[in-house]
């Protein structure tokens, strides 16, 4: 790793950049008979009613702290992030429309924004990669190295999701896992993996592409 | 910048991977493709639920969630708004 300071990322997901139609990829969790919606609880939460964020909470809590915790790897200050994340959609939740996306997509890139900033400013990135490096290079992809067969067979979205990107050749995955969960620049990772910079381009926009074509037929199955 | 090069240039994007020098003539081909770019960029995003959703969920300190409705109940208070 050359530098601290890494790719631009995508801009505040209240913002028009992050701005997102269309119907969500796919219903992260099967909800009860009668229960909110996730966009009836973010009109809730607009509204300043601290029950509908409970709720929210209670439904992705395991979600964002995954996702925190794939990025800093560090259970505490995973904890910590979690509960500014969910403090910042209270804050935040005017900012959110529902014509624009869906909650669970504004949440993730708020959450991995969020996530990737508190990695830098606490300039624990050499932490994070050493412990990162400390995992058996056989398993790059720890976010999907506890799929077995039988998870294979069943119809869990994530399991899914982990589906369609372990499909992709170990060499994309890396790439993606590097960009996507470290908030690695192109150049970066190319440093970090002795990887010609053409070389890593061409591997992520394979990978990506692989997967973004897999959700889609994923999308129209569901 | 033909579209499918911008369709490869827009999935580098959403995720924050494009290098600087690239951004620019990605901001061109946007501009120059409007809306059907847009819609694209807008699909892309779709990808970050997908990473996140892959993950195996993690458990949480039953204690962050007391903090955190409590950090609520101050600000609704300081706010003036009812409290639910």
Redesign the interface.
Known sequence: MSSIA?????ADPSSE??????K???T?VELEPGALTDVELMLRIQA???????QL??RY???????I??IIHDETS??DL??EV??EI??QAKNFSADK??P??WM??L??RRAIDALRKRQAYARAEERFQAEPEQQPLA??Q?VTEEDIHASD??VL??K??NSLPVAQQRVIEL???Q?????EIASHTNIPLGTV?TR??LG??K??DG?KEL?DEL | MSFEEF??SA??????????EE?QDFEAARRQYGAAAE?F?????????????????????AA??D???A???E??NQ?G?P??
């Open positions: 890494g790719p631009s990322l995508p950049t992050a701005a997102r139609t269309g969500p990829i796919a992260a300043e009613d601290a029950d509908a964020l409970s909470y209670d809590n395991g979600i964002v702290k995954a996702l915790l794939r995973a904890d979690l509960q969910f403090m209270w804050n996306g869906n669970l997509g993730v890139t959450t991995r976010w999907v506890n979205t994530r999701m982990a369609v990107i960009a996507f969960f908030g690695m620049s192109q150049r381009k992520l926009e990506l592409k997967i973004y959700l999308k | 369709q490869n999935r580098l994007y959403v995720i924050g991977a494009l290098e600087p951004l819609d960029i807008n699909q892309c995003y779709g990808l970050h639920e997908a990473f996140a959703l892959s993950l195996k969920p993690a458990k949480a300190s962050i969630k903090k955190l409705m950090m609520v109940r600000r609704q706010s708004a409290p639910q």
